[in-house]
């Protein structure tokens, strides 16, 4: 409870360029209205809108043991906020509480708790402010006075995705029967459906709580409601739990997520926002390069060019930052956002000043040149072999077709389009009586194609592929 740990700050020690032809352009305002200006300036909100923060997820921190042994004790408060109510508990090694006259005003957290001290009440209240994913402020113990804290938040599990695992057919046949879970995130619900050779059902009761996710399934079984719960901790592309099926007991459950494949965020995206200073439009304009997972390249505001640090695409968020250099200070301002298309949106965080939304659109693709053999490979799920597959394109008056060929046999090209650089197409397989449709989708750059391909319930993998 006293004490503090070792905070992540960011530090404005990067120098930055352009900053003469921007103290051109503010003019003679003072230093604090200059940084007020930029904020405003890359945010294009009005002066004095403010955003609250959200103060959701697992907090964590250390103490000095009170009682002298030099020991470091850990603390843990674990919070969440519905309706604008802010509710949580405080962990330590004693046990655990739920926390008091917990509230949220802007970005400054306050709870409190109350506990016996030998027969005695003692009150002991927090309150800081929050940027980003860390807290600082202070706590006042009792009347033994007021002491620093700072804390920081865990990374936020995100159980989206698809999740495969396998059992034993419970008719006793000696079948191994695939099992998929497809998850997704909206607005902090988690829905999805259960996929079965059996069909497709969507789940019931789903939560995430920290990184323990939950969910349901109540099936019928010979005209008997079966109630199947499943409940495991997510760590990475890993969960590890257990499944409790009815009235038959708890069983361990493991399953593994499919890799995510990355967007590609190359390309010249586009935004603007207002000058407060002239009332004008100003022009953003992010140049994006990638390559070999390494993202660079160069953002132009107001006819001044900086160049684009710590790119990063992780899945389908892009991150990067830039340095603005301001009478002496440097300003680091970094940007965020999940790409879907040609639409990126996300948040920009400008240094002491908090954060604020962020879109951008990039502009359309130039046609790539989709025609040629493409090959590459994959495992035979049945044998374990390498399979060689050959993909043949053609583009005749404007339309493409082709063949695909797979361990021997010629398959027909269908609804085969290219999109600026991004080409899709698909072919049907006959299995045992059942056409199953494959779609592939993917971006060219130069003789490569980077993408995913569809195999109908049983998920989305990638696929990579070379022209000759």
Do not use: C
């Amino acid at each position: 409870m006293i004490g503090e740990v070792a905070r992540d700050g960011r530090g404005l020690v990067h120098t930055g360029n352009g900053g003469g032809a921007q103290e051109s352009r503010l003019g003679g305002i003072d230093m604090k209205l200059r940084l007020a200006a930029i904020t405003l300036l890359l945010s294009g909100l009005l002066a004095g809108t403010t955003f609250a923060a959200d103060p959701s997820g697992t907090w964590r921190w250390e103490h000095e043991d009170l009682e002298g042994s030099g020991e470091m004790v850990p603390d843990v408060l674990k919070l969440k906020m519905v309706d604008g109510k802010v509710t949580g508990t405080y962990l330590s090694p004693d046990g655990e509480l739920p926390i008091e006259n917990a509230s949220l005003d802007g970005d400054t957290l306050h709870w409190e708790l109350n506990i016996d001290a030998q027969g005695q009440n003692l009150n002991i209240a927090w309150t800081g402010k929050i940027s980003g994913d860390d807290v600082e402020g202070t706590l006042a113990f009792g009347d033994f006075g007021e002491f620093p804290w700072t804390a920081k938040r865990d990374a936020a599990t995100d159980p989206s995705g698809t999740w495969r695992w396998e059992h034993p057919d419970l008719a006793g046949s000696g079948e191994i029967i695939p099992d998929i879970l497809k998850l997704k995130v909206e607005d902090g619900k988690v829905t999805g459906t259960y996929v079965s050779p059996d069909g497709e059902q969507p789940i019931e009761n789903a939560s995430l709580d920290g990184d323990t996710l939950h969910w349901e399934l109540n099936i019928d079984a010979e005209g008997q409601n079966l109630n199947i719960a499943w409940t495991g901790k997510i760590s990475g592309d890993d969960v590890v739990g257990t499944v409790t099926l009815g009235d038959f007991g708890e069983f361990p459950w493991t399953a593994k997520r499919d890799a995510k494949v990355a967007a590609n965020p190359t390309g010249t995206w586009r935004w603007e926002h207002d000058d407060p200073t002239t009332g004008q439009s100003v022009k953003d304009v992010l140049k994006i390069e990638s390559a070999l997972g390494k993202v660079g390249g160069s953002y132009e505001m107001g006819g001044v060019a900086y160049k684009v640090n710590n790119g990063k695409i992780n899945g389908n968020t892009l991150s990067w930052e830039f340095d603005l250099e301001i009478e002496g200070q440097v300003i680091n301002i970094q940007f965020s956002g999940d790409i879907s298309g040609d639409d990126v949106e996300g948040t920009v965080a400008l240094g002491d000043f908090g954060e604020f939304p962020w879109t951008a659109k990039r502009d359309a693709k130039m046609a790539a040149e989709a025609a040629g053999t493409w090959r590459w490979e994959h495992d035979d799920p049945g044998t374990g072999q390498s399979v060689k597959d050959v993909l043949k394109l053609t583009m005749a008056n404007g339309k493409l077709g082709g063949s695909y060929e797979m361990g021997g046999v010629m398959y027909e090209v269908n609804n085969s389009k290219l999109d600026g650089s991004t080409l899709t197409w698909d072919f049907d397989i006959d299995a045992e009586g059942q056409v199953l449709n494959i779609s592939f989708s993917g971006d060219i750059s130069g003789d490569a194609v980077t993408g995913t391909v569809n195999i109908g319930d049983f998920g989305e993998f990638p696929w990579d592929a070379k022209r000759d």
